[in-house]
DNA sequence: GCACGCTATATTTTTATAAATATAGCGTGC
DNA sequence: GCACGCTATATTTATAAAAATATAGCGTGC
């Protein structure tokens, strides 16, 4: 059964403030505690995902990731509580929107060729 | 007074069925006729706007835009009933995503760097 | 039958984006 | 003091997207 997503990107100043990609990576730090390991697990280049870290850090009043060079585990990655605000905030919005245009995609679903 | 600007991009199967950009041009041809004009007025290509239309055409079960070549004005573009079908069911969810979470955008928008 | 304004399309060039590669630095623990 | 695993960053290379350019065709009206 397929079905058409809703990609959701929130646009401050002509640049993306939040969207999918850096919202999965945030997901991704917090559960992996490092940003090359969550960097990894999304199939994208530490360098990348260290330039979203960055942008994102720069973007916001706080930093929603920090990080630590070094030790025993040769340094890592920790989602903010601030951070976390963020997520979860783009998280209440991708569902509440989802929830509140599901009929209207359908429809325009069924306008679609079938593929 | 600044805001977020809500994106919405409805995607099916790994492409863009809908965005701000194709609705937008829907827009500008049924206001000024031809592809070229809408592109002109959206300071597009003529060769961007044509390909945008052609995979609009493509992806749904109808056409959206129907063209014609020569004539007195030397053709034109016209949008066809389903295209105001389309176009007015992802106005709808435009709309309709707005209302539902401009609180939350809100809150997301004081999170961000003044600017 | 020529000019006009548009559609239609191919080809080339430029620009932007992403990926790949390389290198340096850090602190812990062996 | 060396290895490890990560952050941090610069530089190069490759790929993709966009723009620019060019050309052909159509039908009306002069």
Redesign the pocket.
């Known amino acids: 059964m397929s079905s058409i997503k809703i990609k959701i990107q929130l646009v401050a100043n002509d640049d993306i403030a939040m969207g999918p990609g850096k919202a999965d990576l945030l997901d991704a730090i917090q559960q992996k505690g ?4 969550a960097a990894i697990s999304m199939n ?5 995902a ?1 330039d979203l ?2 942008i994102m850090n720069k973007s916001f009043k706080q930093s929603l990731i920090t ?11 920790q989602v903010t509580d601030f951070g976390l605000q963020v997520l979860a905030q783009y998280r209440a919005i991708e569902t509440k929107t989802n929830d509140a245009v599901s009929d209207e995609t359908q429809v325009l679903m069924q306008m679609l060729v079938d593929s």
């Open positions: 490092s940003i090359s390991a994208m280049s530490y360098k990348r260290w870290v960055s990080t630590s060079v070094g030790g025993e585990k040769g340094g890592g990655a």
